[in-house]
């Protein structure tokens, strides 16, 4: 059996000197960066993913990170790490023991995991917060355990050309939240229920594989941990793949339980440097997949214990093929290779993944970003959008969405969007202020632009006034011509482009019409400026 050995050796551990960041809560932490610094006897065709493991006394925190290639010549080239941070001292689990990583490599379509585990920097090393450079040696290294995973091209292939001539085999129904999170059709009620059914599946037949996948960029929430780990008692394998922040820089009870429990939790770091990303990129997918056979997808995060006012949106499948696309995303976000298909843009239902490989006929890849403009620029008479935020969104020829917009409008469509007030002005959101005050701040130039246009746009906030101006709104949905559905996380500005997400897109009007009803509800119940 291979290993990746052969084709790289790790060859330097840098650590950086410690710095302070806060977190959405504003809690304080002290972080140190590192990398890692790789030759590989192979051309640049080779990728490389490391899986850093952080030792403490009770638990192994384990990261996903990628590698960017340097010094590149025809048959070998270096990698570097993106940078990733660490949090020397955890409140709920004290030091860090040590620091390991195994790494992955990828050679065409094949991952091959490292035969050891090498040490990145000991207790030792981390003592005095210095910044530290040292040669990686195989002195100390342990077996690797960690294994990735590749669905199957073709499989993937024949779901696609299936769904192309079968909408009503995707068993597609529309999920909102409308912030009331007890209501018997709100995800949270489906995600409890196909836990329990995936539980029971277990129990009727002890030697099935069971699993639950979850790849959501935060996970904070009481119900949904404490389900997750009863499963897991129960013999179901459970996998959850979240943003970096959002485990490390927590002191949420709810997750030192799920460190605790032995589920397998990773944390992915998603740091690209690129001149067109407006805010820190993140694993921002939120998807779960229940023993292959249903999922569900959206805008939410789950973390229903906070954001439960939220107005949010999302889609549950019926669909052992939908789940295998969805799990072609999740073995690539553990380290696998993501599998390569054909997809046809003008086809009733694409799903879309912003890293994936999702081929036009004439082999360019179709992505989040080319989809959104695309279905802007074929729109021939009503685009209707609910979006958490918009940027300057850019195609690969450097159209904006914005820019996509005003011409749908000029050429007779009537566009008409609804926008999270409080993330639509400049300045500092998330404090207090009156909401005098807050209608005064000047609007984000893409929100101007598009007002300045004489598009119809609505700045919406909740019906009372709260110390800080509240708007429900989550949702990053858009239905155009009354039958054209996207749906799913991607926000509508660049970083998305560099950020894990997932972008539906479904052609169907009884889809459709639940989305409009939800359009025309907002517009009802809230303040809308």
């Known amino acids: 059996m291979p290993v990746a050995e052969q084709y790289a050796k790790p060859i330097n551990a840098r650590l950086g000197g410690p710095f302070s960041r806060n977190n959405d809560a504003g809690e304080s932490f002290e972080l140190q960066w590192g990398k890692i610094d790789f030759e590989l006897n192979y051309g640049q065709s080779a990728n490389l993913k490391v899986v850093l493991k952080v030792y403490r006394e009770k638990i192994c925190e384990t990261y996903l990170v990628d590698t960017d290639a340097y010094d590149i010549e025809w048959n070998?080239?270096?990698?570097?790490?993106?940078?990733?941070?660490?949090?020397?001292?955890?409140?709920?689990?004290?030091?860090?023991?040590?620091?390991?990583?195994?790494?992955?490599?990828?050679?065409?379509?094949?991952?091959?995991?490292?035969?050891?585990?090498?040490?990145?920097?000991?207790?030792?090393?981390?003592?005095?917060?210095?910044?530290?450079?040292?040669?990686?040696?195989?002195?100390?290294?342990?077996?690797?355990?960690?294994?990735?995973?590749?669905?199957?091209?073709?499989?993937?292939?024949?779901?696609?050309?299936?769904?192309?001539?079968?909408?009503?085999?995707?068993?597609?129904?529309?999920?909102?939240?409308?912030?009331?999170?007890?209501?018997?059709?709100?995800?949270?009620?489906f995600i409890h229920d196909y836990i329990d059914r995936v539980i029971q599946s277990k129990a009727e037949n002890p030697q099935r594989f069971c699993t639950i996948k979850v790849s959501v960029d935060c996970i904070d929430d009481h119900d949904f941990i404490n389900h997750l780990i009863h499963a897991h008692h129960q013999g179901v394998c459970v996998q959850c793949v979240v943003d970096w922040r959002k485990m490390t820089l927590t002191n949420s009870p709810a997750y030192a339980k799920l460190k605790l429990s032995g589920i397998e939790l990773l944390g992915i770091f998603c740091t690209p440097k690129h001149y067109l990303i407006e805010v820190e990129p993140d694993m921002h997918t939120k998807f779960i997949i229940f023993n292959d056979e249903a999922c569900i997808l959206g805008s939410f995060n789950i973390t229903f214990d906070r954001w439960w006012a939220n107005w949010e949106s999302g889609m549950t499948f019926f669909s052992k093929g939908v789940c295998r696309l969805l799990d072609n995303v999740f073995q690539s976000q553990r380290g696998g290779v993501i599998q390569r298909y054909f997809i046809n843009p003008l086809s009733h239902f694409n799903l879309l993944y912003t890293f994936g490989r999702q081929v036009m006929a004439n082999g360019k890849l179709y992505r989040p970003h080319n989809a959104i403009l695309a279905e802007i620029y074929r729109a021939k008479h009503s685009i209707k959008i609910c979006l958490f935020l918009i940027g300057e969104l850019l195609g690969d020829h450097h159209d904006s969405v914005i820019d996509a917009l005003i011409d749908a409008r000029h050429r007779g469509v009537n566009v008409e969007i609804l926008f999270n007030g409080h993330l639509s002005r400049q300045g500092k959101i998330g404090v207090e202020r009156s909401m005098h005050d807050e209608l005064q701040r000047p609007l984000l130039?893409?929100?101007?632009?598009?007002?300045?246009?004489?598009?119809?746009?609505?700045?919406?906030?909740?019906?009372?006034?709260?110390?800080?101006?509240?708007?429900?709104?989550?949702?990053?949905?858009?239905?155009?011509?009354?039958?054209?559905?996207?749906?799913?996380?991607?926000?509508?500005?660049?970083?998305?482009?560099?950020?894990?997400?997932?972008?539906?897109?479904?052609?169907?009007?009884?889809?459709?019409?639940?989305?409009?009803?939800?359009?025309?509800?907002?517009?009802?119940?809230?303040?809308?400026?």
């Open 445 to 529: 130039p893409a929100v101007h632009r598009l007002k300045s246009a004489g598009i119809a746009v609505g700045l919406v906030y909740g019906q009372d006034d709260l110390p800080v101006p509240y708007s429900p709104i989550h949702s990053k949905y858009c239905v155009i011509d009354d039958y054209i559905v996207l749906e799913g996380s991607f926000n509508w500005y660049n970083t998305s482009v560099f950020s894990h997400d997932l972008l539906v897109i479904a052609a169907n009007h009884e889809v459709a019409k639940a989305y409009l009803y939800e359009f025309a509800q907002i517009k009802r119940l809230f303040r809308i400026f």
């Open 76 to 189: 070998k080239h270096k990698r570097s790490t993106r940078d990733f941070y660490i949090l020397p001292n955890s409140r709920q689990f004290g030091k860090i023991n040590c620091i390991k990583f195994a790494f992955i490599v990828h050679m065409g379509e094949q991952s091959i995991a490292s035969h050891h585990e090498y040490v990145f920097m000991d207790w030792h090393q981390l003592l005095d917060r210095q910044p530290k450079q040292s040669k990686i040696s195989a002195e100390y290294a342990t077996f690797n355990r960690y294994r990735t995973y590749e669905l199957d091209a073709n499989t993937l292939q024949a779901d696609v050309n299936w769904y192309n001539q079968h909408f009503n085999a995707l068993n597609l129904t529309p999920k909102f939240t409308k912030g009331q999170q007890f209501h018997p059709y709100h995800p949270k009620r």
